[in-house]
């Protein structure tokens, strides 16, 4: 397996760093409300892109993504459950493609559950969402 797999998984949301003074005009302008992220001290909200046909996760930049740069920071992918998980932990630590940045934690959101960050080699930052 190599990192080609993450193309059969289905994509989550992208994650985009946005200034912490963005939150009125998206809000004012997508209709959704940012949520607090107390884990990771960052507001975030969903907004559906119906070009992309995917959500993006607009994120402030602060707390953890306060030296994160503004624009694309991540994809997320739906993982079935955390068996999978386990077995994707596994294979990027036995072949060296990637780090875990975060354990699997709750996320204060509706559309995610158990999310883990990892940095992945050839691909950036990942996110996987354990569905079950």
Not at 51 to 67: D, H, P, V, W
Not at 83 to 95: G, I, V
Not at 103 to 131: D, H, M, W
Request: glycine fraction near 6%.
């Amino acid at each position: 397996m190599d990192i080609k797999f993450l193309s059969d998984l289905k994509i989550n949301h992208i994650g985009i760093i946005i200034p912490v003074e963005s939150k009125s005009r998206i809000e004012a302008e997508s209709g959704e409300m940012f949520l607090e992220d107390e884990i990771q001290g960052v507001s975030v909200c969903f907004v559906w892109d119906e070009y992309l046909n995917t959500f993006k996760e607009y994120i402030t930049q602060e707390g953890r993504a306060s030296k994160y740069e503004l624009g694309y920071n991540h994809i997320c992918y739906d993982v079935d459950n955390q068996e999978t998980m386990s077995m994707l932990h596994t294979y990027f630590l036995k072949n060296k493609n990637g780090i875990r940045l975060t354990l699997p934690e709750p996320s204060p959101t509706k559309q995610c559950n158990i999310v883990t960050f990892y940095r992945i080699n050839g691909a950036g930052i990942i996110e996987f969402n354990i569905v079950n």
